[in-house]
């Protein structure tokens, strides 16, 4: 596997982690829909959470959060609502981003931004 995957994926475990311990229900990981992939699908109270996971091991091209473009983004909706579709879903639900740091030799950054976005105002 390239660097950069693993990377991702221990990202990915770390934000699931962290999720866990902030009392959100993990209901899917890697969810694929067409040519789009929801890194995490969680729930927390009533609502829904679509999550995107940024890892990198520096802020040299910027800040992880900054990497969800538009295009990105409008994957994420399309995703977002055909698995809503798939089961029944029609109530509250947003698109989280959590950014993570791995930088060598000091313990991984994790930050989560709710609400980082919604459809229709990309």
């Known amino acids: 596997m390239a660097r950069h995957h693993e990377t991702g994926k221990r990202g990915e475990a770390l934000a699931a982690d962290w999720l866990r311990q902030h009392d959100y229900e993990i209901l899917e990981q890697n969810w694929r829909y067409s040519r789009a992939e929801v890194d995490i699908i969680a729930r927390k109270g009533d609502a829904l959470i679509f999550l995107e996971v940024k890892t990198r091991r520096s802020q040299k091209f910027g800040h992880p959060a900054a990497f969800v473009n538009p295009k990105k983004r409008r994957f994420l909706a399309d995703a ?6 798939k089961v029944g879903h029609d109530w509250i639900f947003r698109f989280d981003i959590i950014s993570v740091l791995l930088i060598p030799s000091q313990p991984p950054l994790i930050e989560h931004f709710p609400d980082a976005f919604f459809p229709g105002l990309l």
Not at 80 to 85: G, P, V, W
């Open 80 to 85: 977002a609502q055909e698995y809503m579709r």
